[in-house]
Structure formats: C-alpha cells, structure tokens
C-alpha cells in the first residue's frame, strides 16, 4: 500500500488525481491528513532503521511558507514581496528534509497551495471559486449556489480581474488569495473554495446535458454525467505541464508508484 501525505482539502486533492489517471483504490493509496507540520514523526513509520527502502513510496505535500509580502514594522502595512529566491530556497530545504528512502518531499514552489493555484493555469476558476465560497458562506441558510448567486460571483471576479490587470501575475494572485483570509491571516473558505473549485473544474470536462444550468454543478457525480475526453485531456496536459501545480502531480505519481 502507499501512502500521500497532504495538507489540503481532499477534493481537490481528488479532483487532480482523477485528472492524472490515478485511481487510488487500484495502487492501494491512503490518504492521510496531517494538521501540523510534524510530518516527520507519521513519515519516519515508514523508513526502515538499517536506513534501507522498505518499498512503499510516501509524498509528503507541503508549502513552502514563503509570504510573498513584508510589513512595515511601525504601521503593520504589508507591501508585495514576491520573494521568488526566498521561495525556492525553501522548497529545496523542505523537500530534502522530508526526503528519506522511499519517503520523498513535495513542497510547494510558493507560498501555499492555494497560492499556487492562484498563480496557475487555474486562476481565473480559482479566482471565480473563492466568490462562490464567499457567497456560501454569507448565504447561512442556503449550502448551495443558485444560478443568480454564481452570476453575481462571476461578475465580481471578472471586475476584479479588471481592475488589477495591470499587476504582475504574482500580484494579482495574491490579491485573490488574500480575499479568503481573515485580519490574522487564517480563512474559514478553505474547505468551501476546494469545494467550489473541484466542482467547477469538474463542471468544465463534463458532458451537460441541454438545459442543465450551473447551480448543478455540485450534483454532478450524483446525477453521472459523462466526461467529455477531450476536453478532461485538454485540462491535464495544461495542469502536468504548469509550473505551479506540478509538484502535486508529480506526488500523485510517485505514490502510484510512477518515476518522475
């Protein structure tokens, strides 16, 4: 059996690795949730004491934790920082730390995941999923988007785009994440936005049956619509082949048991 550590939410997690043909029932992978970062103390179950391989390959998924911002030490202003060598020194350190026999590290290229997806092949529906998070979240009553809700998510977000289309794209990823985080820099959207966004994406490679509109799209295994090939092929290569999100891929594989 093999083992993926993550960090995030599972349906994302699940999303990507259907993308990447990995069926985790069939390699026998278990996916386990650690919320710290003491990944060393669950991974080292697996690394035999002469040192040698015991064959079960490991990704631990993590961030890197470099914030892409600095504040001021008087005012507490933050100024964007993209910190592109902080981030990468980071992410070689992370990986070689948690690398160890079959036990291999796969750390984010920037700040986090969400961050990296924001930066990614995926920001316009990251960008666009954060909204309908938001609009969850204050409806209260309702655990679902209406056909209005998500017409009025999309209008925010594409005024947003407008308006910082004159930033990098570092910046305006940071501007999106930075929308789910509350004053002290924690969110309670991550689980709702994973959501959001693994079903608008699965929404996107699906085969809609005419007059089935978008408020359906968190129905969609329910009601088995087919997977349009093409475009589920259209939407991977983007995604193996994406600077950002590769390092996910690429912990997918090894724990399939694949070489990268």
């Given amino acids: ?107 984010s290229p920037r700040w986090t995941l969400e961050y990296c997806i924001a930066l990614s092949c995926l920001s316009k529906d990251f960008h666009k999923a954060v909204h309908y998070g938001m609009k969850i979240l204050n409806a209260r009553e309702y655990i679902s988007l209406t056909d209005a809700k998500i017409g009025e998510a999309n209008k925010d977000a594409e005024t947003e785009a407008q308006l910082w289309e004159s930033l990098s794209d570092a910046e305006r990823a940071y501007r999106i994440y930075d929308l789910m985080l509350n004053g002290d820099g924690k969110s309670s959207l991550k689980a709702i936005v994973a959501q959001c966004l693994a079903s608008a994406l699965r929404w996107r490679t699906s085969k809609i049956p005419e007059g089935v509109t978008q408020e359906k799209m968190f129905d969609l295994d329910l009601y088995g619509f087919k997977t349009d090939e093409a475009k589920k092929a259209e939407l991977n290569t983007q995604i193996e082949k994406d600077q950002y999100l590769r390092y996910i891929v690429n912990a997918i594989k090894y724990a399939a048991g694949e070489k990268i």
């Fill in 1 to 107: 059996m093999k083992i993926a550590f993550h960090t995030f939410i599972i349906s994302f997690f699940g999303l990507l690795r259907k993308l990447c043909g990995v069926a985790l029932e069939k390699y026998g992978i278990s996916i386990v949730n650690v919320g710290s970062t003491a990944f060393l103390r669950y991974s080292g179950i697996m690394v035999r004491q002469d040192g040698n391989d015991i064959g079960i390959p490991v990704s631990v998924i993590t961030d890197c934790d470099v914030k892409p911002y600095d504040v001021d030490s008087s005012t507490e202003e933050k100024t964007f920082n993209e910190k592109v060598k902080e981030s990468t020194e980071a992410q070689e350190k992370k990986n070689e730390k948690y690398t160890n026999g079959a036990v291999r590290g796969f750390t």
